[in-house]
């Protein structure tokens, strides 16, 4: 399910979204797309929308069940813990009659959810740390080929998981180049893509998942779920990537191996997917420091 809610765009935009969704209201659109076609058709929205505004809420697999995304609003989506929320300009009443320049925060639902999420999180000790590797970015063509899970419970690391998956794709050379892993290992090691939900699946249960672009993540497993025809009921994920663009400051860029160096952390040993886990782990603890 998706919604777009447009202001102040012209008549060639609104033309566009028809073909695509149904206008429910003025400026209000809503229907259900692919991830792709959403994607591009957001890309349209903000590429055509000029001084105009825009919003969209789609579903996605996270905590809430749903995800937003604004253009040229004061409304801005914010990740608060793994939790998103919608961050606007605060005017009381006072303010709105001196004139005083209005003031930043959450709305009282915002922080009525926030406060929610804080004492459902601090009632957890135990989450898995997540990693995936997969033939390529695109979460519709390509596959996931493995898999790596660490349960942390309390501050200690538990069991782990680690899987190959014969996905039916291709492994790119260059991942065979610098990790060994080939088509053949794939085909020799590697478990079926619905055994392989099954298990991840299991032991994840019903903690939190913390992984690193965790959305894209979900993304793909949310795609491996609809080709071997399982519902994905995992609900709770926190994305230390947008923790870090809310937190860090200053980065060259936001790869795994630009932040661990900006938190000292030694990545010399770090190859593999469960290693990759456990430095996720490591950066997770050092964000939550600050």
């Known amino acids: 399910m998706i919604v777009i809610c447009i202001s102040n765009c012209s008549p060639g935009l609104r033309g566009d979204l028809s073909k695509w969704l149904s206008e429910v209201n003025t400026g209000v659109?809503?229907?259900?797309?692919s991830a792709k076609v959403r994607d591009e058709l957001w890309k349209r929205v903000c590429d055509s929308i000029r001084s105009g505004q825009a919003t969209m809420v789609y579903s996605t697999n996270n905590e809430q069940g749903y995800a937003f995304q604004t253009h040229n609003?004061?409304?801005?989506?914010t990740d608060y813990e793994g939790i998103t929320l919608m961050k606007r300009p605060l005017l009381s009443d006072r303010d709105s009659a001196n004139g005083s320049p209005i003031k930043q925060g959450f709305s009282k639902a915002s922080r009525f959810k926030e406060q929610g999420a804080a004492s459902k999180n601090r009632a957890s000790d135990s989450y898995v740390v997540m990693n995936i590797k997969t033939t390529g970015k695109d979460y519709d063509r390509d596959?996931?080929?493995e898999v790596g899970l660490l349960k942390i419970c309390g501050d200690e690391i538990g069991n782990q998981f680690q899987c190959f998956l014969q996905c039916g794709r291709d492994i790119p050379e260059t991942v065979t180049r610098l990790t060994g892993i080939s088509d053949e290992m794939i085909e020799r090691e590697g478990i079926g893509e619905e055994e392989a939900l099954d298990k991840i699946l299991e032991f994840i249960g019903d903690d939190l998942v913390v992984g690193y672009d965790a959305q894209i993540d979900m993304k793909f497993i949310q795609r491996l779920g609809e080709r071997v025809g399982k519902q994905i009921l995992i609900r709770r994920v926190r994305d230390v990537l947008q923790l870090v663009r809310r937190k860090v400051d200053d980065l060259e860029n936001y790869q795994l191996a630009t932040v661990a160096a900006y938190f000292s952390l030694d990545i010399s040993d770090v190859r593999g997917v469960l290693k990759d886990c456990g430095l996720i782990y490591r950066i997770y603890l050092e964000l939550n420091k600050l």
Do not use: E, S, V
């Open 29 to 33: 659109y809503i229907g259900k797309l």
């Open 143 to 145: 596959r996931i080929y």
């Open 73 to 77: 609003t004061t409304w801005i989506a």
